[in-house]
Nanobody, 119 residues
Framework: QVQLVESGGGLVQPGGSLRLSCVAS????????MSWYRQAPGKERELVAS????????NYADSVKGRFTISRDNPENTAYLQMDSLKPEDTAVYYC????????????WGQGTQVTVSL
């Protein structure tokens, strides 16, 4: 059974930090590109960051460059999103996403974790 389980969300003040985790099971983790998306109320889901299977290639949305860092631990089947210098506009539900590096139509999603940046 394929699962992506996110954790680490919560309420944080502007300027604070959070670390999201995404634990994968039921598939060969290292064969999948991993990404984090987010969706704010009334807005479309957007790509935040992505990382290749070996962890060497990363990509970030302009809005989070220099503040967020994506990483992965293949032996632990876990992807991370370190979020620093958080802003109120980072408030959203954050979703973990896995895409097979060859079979691009093989896609898995997590259930999401809420991040709220507010005083």
């Amino acid at each position: 059974q394929v699962q992506l389980v996110e954790s680490g969300g919560g309420l944080v003040q502007p300027g604070g930090s959070l670390r999201l985790s995404c634990v994968a099971s039921g598939f060969t983790f290292s064969l999948y590109h991993m990404s984090w998306y987010r969706q704010a109320p009334g807005k479309e889901r957007e790509l935040v960051a992505s990382i290749g299977g070996a962890g060497g290639m990363t990509n970030y949305a302009d809005s989070v460059k220099g503040r967020f860092t994506i990483s992965r631990d293949n032996p632990e089947n876990t992807a991370y999103l370190q979020m620093d210098s958080l802003k109120p506009e980072d408030t959203a539900v954050y979703y973990c996403n896995a895409v097979h590096y060859v079979q691009r139509n093989t896609v898995y999603w997590g259930q999401g974790t809420q991040v709220t940046v507010s005083l």
